[in-house]
Every structure is written in structure tokens, then in C-alpha cells.
């Protein structure tokens, strides 16, 4: 295999290389290149060893925005609809404006990093400023996803975008209501729509999907338990019904006061139902809207952030209220391995990161404790 340089201007070459047919006739493959004479014969170095390694790949005229809409096509018979949803959203609203028009084979790791920050300092759509480190983050893991599909259809030898440099992500100090302001916030809403999946979420850990998937048949009241078997999600305004977030369902025991809630408001509803002509059974839904339909996640988020707003509580999102669930039982000394199985984390190592600012108090009242067996089991000296 050959290759040689032509200079077409200043600073602007060509690398002609030579190439060999499969029937074994020659063929030349040319190469733009900017940069002096040195760089310019070092590239075509490359490109030769390349050729002879059986590396190389002929230059792609794709964008990245033409790839990333083949690659979105690709990636949606293999995530579920709320992913692809995700995933779109940040390749063709987020990437694609930054560097969507340059060519793949072209994408250097220096420009990814480039778009990198230039999201960071003005990439909102509406022009205000820039996107969150957290949101960047996302990009570029998607980018990366996506060119490694590149690779292995063989349009890149390698993936710039991994070796681009993430920012930097602080994680979000957790907001909680301590055990007497979920007594408040229980109280507060008694009256409302609100009180029972405030409930499932402050006393039993559910998610919000959780919540508004939960159905009848899934409550045993008798045995004090729920079984935890679908979520809801949510995709520009439909609402689908799928296998929990970690994949497996569960059992949530729940205490006699949520037993209580649950009887007196399942008088409620089927006393509501039936004056809209519905019998309530037990394919019905716990919590659903005032004509009996199911309730929609997002809804369930912006009627929460509206009666909080009637109290004189503490501002916190919907989801926190589990946060809550989760600190108030570490706290009280549950294992966190009852922790995890209650909240439905697929990993007790997800249970002990997402929670381990409640360790420190669980260390020093379990170094008290062994230090009492001790100096009990020692019997002082005559």
C-alpha cells in the first residue's frame, strides 16, 4: 500500500492514497488535509498503516444529524418509549443545533468538547443562558451510545465521544420531611384528592407511577400488604402501563394506620363511582381522577405542587416525599436491606448511596451500642 501528498494551496493538501480492489485493480482514495507538510505526511502515514491493518475506513459524507435520525430508527424496537422519547429529545434538540452538519468521519473528540461548552454557556433553546451540567452529562452519554453503534456498523474505526471530557455534575442535596411535618402534611391534606397518594408515598415509599398504577386487586387489605406490579409512564400525554422501574415486582407491607386510609377511602370511591353510574371493582385504580378514569403521572405532580402551595410547609418535589419514607426508616435503625427491598431498588449498593447521609447517626448509635454489650459483658475485678 502507497500514499503520497499534494499541496494544493498553502497549507492545504491532499493525501492520495492507493487502493486495492477485491478483483485486484488499483484504485486512489483522496484526503483533504489542513496543516503544514509535516502533519499533512504524518496523516497519510496513518492512513497507510491503517490500510494495512485492515482498519480503515473510506471517508463518510453522513452528518451527524442524518446518523443520529438512523440511529434513533435503530435504537426503537430496543428501549422503551419513554427512552426513546429521551433520547430524541437530546440528540436532535440539543445536539444536532451544535454540531449536527459536521460530517461523522470529521467528528474529532476536540470539536465534541467544544460542543460540550459551548451547551454549557448558551445551548437553552430559548436563548437564555446555558444548559445544566446534568443535562450535558446526558448528552454526552447518548452521543457515545449512539456512535458506538457507528462502530460496530463500521462508519467510524473509533468513538470520539469517548474520550471527550464530561462535566463536572454536583449532586442535589436531598430534600425530606422529618417524622412530625409528615404528620402535618398528612393532616393538611386530609380533605383533599391529594391525601391518599401522599400517603402511598410519605408511609410506603411508592412511586409516582407506582401510585397511579396501583389497582384494587393489588391491595390486600386483610393480609396488610400491597404488591407492587406496574408503573405508569407517561409520553406526551398518553399514559403507559409497564414492568417496575427495576424490572421485578414487590411486596410492600403497610401499617394499620395506611390499612385504615385505604378501607375508608375505598368506601369513598365506590360511594363516588356509583353515582356516576360505575361500579367500582377490583380492576379499578386507587387513585384515579373524579370520573373514575386513570390519573396521569404528570398530573398527579402539578395538583401536588398546588396544594402544597396552600400550606405553610416546606416546598418539595412529589418525589421526595419516598426520600422522606426512605431517610425516616434508615433513621429509625431499619436495616438497610429491609430499605431497599421496601423501596424497590434493584441493589442495596443503590439504597446505601442514594441514603448515606442518614449513615453517620446509624454509626454512632450502633458504636453506643456495642460499646454498652462490652463494658456490660466485662465483669469490673474484685
Not at 386530609?190 to 393489588?218: D, H, Q, S, Y
Not at 446505601?352 to 450502633?366: E, F
Amino acid at each position: 500500500m502507497k500514499g503520497h501528498i499534494t499541496e494544493r494551496s498553502p497549507g492545504k493538501w491532499a493525501i492520495v492514497l492507493d487502493l486495492h480492489t477485491e478483483t485486484g485493480k488499483r484504485r486512489r482514495k483522496w484526503h483533504s488535509f489542513s496543516g503544514t507538510k509535516r502533519q499533512a505526511q504524518e496523516e497519510c502515514a496513518r492512513l497507510v498503516t491503517e490500510i494495512k491493518h485492515g482498519i480503515y475506513l473510506e471517508p463518510d459524507k453522513t452528518t451527524l444529524a442524518d446518523y443520529l435520525d438512523r440511529w434513533l430508527k435503530h435504537e426503537k424496537s430496543s428501549v422503551s418509549p419513554k427512552t426513546l422519547e429521551r433520547y430524541t429529545e437530546l440528540a436532535m434538540k440539543n445536539i444536532v443545533p451544535l454540531i449536527g452538519q459536521t460530517t461523522i468521519s470529521k467528528l474529532k473528540t476536540e470539536k465534541i468538547d467544544a460542543a460540550w461548552t459551548k451547551a454549557l454557556e448558551s445551548g437553552r433553546r430559548d436563548g437564555k443562558g446555558g444548559l445544566s451540567p446534568r443535562t450535558v452529562h446526558h448528552m454526552r452519554r447518548v452521543l457515545i451510545k449512539a456512535l458506538n453503534q457507528a462502530v460496530t456498523w463500521e462508519m467510524l474505526a473509533k468513538n470520539p465521544a469517548t474520550a471527550s471530557k464530561p462535566p463536572k455534575v454536583e449532586r442535589k442535596a436531598m430534600t425530606a420531611y422529618e417524622a412530625g411535618t409528615t404528620g402535618e402534611l398528612l393532616e393538611a391534606l386530609r380533605p383533599t384528592r391529594m391525601f391518599v397518594p401522599v400517603m402511598l408515598a410519605v408511609m410506603c415509599g411508592l412511586r409516582r407511577g407506582e401510585i397511579v398504577a396501583l389497582r384494587w386487586k393489588n391491595v390486600d387489605l386483610a393480609n396488610k400488604r400491597l404488591a407492587i406490579v406496574e408503573t405508569a409512564e407517561q409520553i406526551k400525554g398518553a399514559v403507559r402501563y409497564k414492568e417496575t422501574k427495576s424490572g421485578h415486582a414487590r411486596v410492600v407491607d403497610i401499617s394499620s394506620t395506611v390499612i385504615e386510609e385505604l378501607k375508608r377511602h375505598r368506601v369513598r370511591q365506590a360511594e363516588e363511582n356509583l353515582r356516576l353510574g360505575v361500579r367500582l371493582d377490583d380492576e379499578a385504580f386507587v387513585v384515579a381522577q373524579a370520573d373514575a378514569s386513570p390519573l396521569q403521572p404528570r398530573s398527579l405532580t402539578h395538583e401536588w405542587v398546588r396544594v402544597l402551595g396552600n400550606t405553610t410547609l416546606k416546598r418539595i418535589r412529589f418525589h421526595d416525599l419516598r426520600h422522606s419514607h426512605a431517610t425516616q426508616m434508615l433513621a429509625a435503625g431499619i436495616h438497610p436491606k429491609i430499605a431497599q427491598e421496601r423501596l424497590g431498588h434493584s441493589t442495596i449498593a443503590i439504597t446505601l448511596d442514594l441514603y448515606s447521609h442518614v449513615m453517620p447517626g446509624m454509626q454512632a448509635d450502633a458504636a453506643e451500642q456495642v460499646d454498652e454489650a462490652i463494658r456490660r459483658a466485662v465483669k469490673p475485678k474484685a
